[in-house]
């Protein structure tokens, strides 16, 4: 079963394809705001409210910063590997993010609304699959961060991602992907994935609540994510039979 939005999640991840979650979602002041409500900061005379946003901003910026160089290096990597239509939206996209002039933030928006690299999806998802079949993980990896950047809100990546980490990181790496992606994404397909990875770890107990959990939302939709339901039934089946 190992092949293959939303808030900003609270905790920063060294996860990559979390922080290109961060990225896609941390683009406005009232994050800013937002995490430090969380965080509980009180003024004090050494560090106001101005200053600690002004802090928090300059971190925000960073992470787009590295983000940013993850998307460059994962679309050099589809610009190489994939075909001429995945290769020649990389190349757009590419061509923006590394613009010196270009606004990180805004580009990385942009990119993810284009209705071109929306409609490539498909094509895009399969090239990464294909580095995964062909076994070259630290690319598909790369590849993959890419493409969480540019669609935050599509299942796909997220899974891909989680499969090339527990190739090249291993289980325990997979583990934390799913459980900051599942905080953030609903769609039935994550917890598809994410219950397969659960069990390998031997939680049974979570396994079967995430599957419990995925079956629910894809109740809930007519959508393409009812399409995971009998899938979901029958993991949960072979569980609990």
């Known amino acids: 079963m190992s092949d293959e939005g939303a808030p900003v999640p609270k905790v920063p991840s060294s996860d990559p394809s979390m922080d290109a979650i961060a990225t896609a979602f941390m683009l406005r002041e009232l994050v800013v705001e937002q995490m430090i409500s969380d965080s509980g900061f009180t003024p004090t005379e050494l560090e106001t409210l101005t200053s600690r946003m002004q802090r928090e901003r300059e971190g925000v910026a960073e992470r787009l910063d590295q983000a940013a160089a993850q998307a460059i290096a994962g679309l050099d990597i589809l610009m190489e590997t ?108 994550i917890n598809f994935f994410a219950a397969d990875v659960f069990l390998e770890s031997g939680d049974r107990a979570r396994c079967i609540a995430v599957l419990k959990s995925g079956l629910a939302l894809a109740e809930e939709d007519d959508g393409d994510s009812a399409e995971f339901k009998p899938q979901l039934e029958e993991f949960l089946a072979e569980l609990e039979g």
Not at 98 to 122: K, Y
């Open 82 to 189: 994939g075909p001429e239509n995945v290769a020649a939206v990389a190349r757009q996209c590419r061509d923006t993010l590394a613009d010196p002039e270009t606004h990180l933030a805004q580009a990385i928006s942009d990119q993810a609304g284009a209705d071109a690299i929306i409609a490539a999806l498909p094509a895009v998802v399969d090239a990464c699959r294909d580095l995964l079949t062909d076994g070259d993980f630290e690319r598909a990896k790369t590849a993959a961060c890419a493409l969480c950047i540019l669609y935050p809100e599509a299942p796909h990546p997220y899974v891909l991602s989680g499969t090339a980490l527990w190739q090249t990181d291993g289980l325990a790496a997979a583990l934390q992907h799913y459980e900051a992606v599942l905080a953030v994404i609903e769609h039935p397909m």
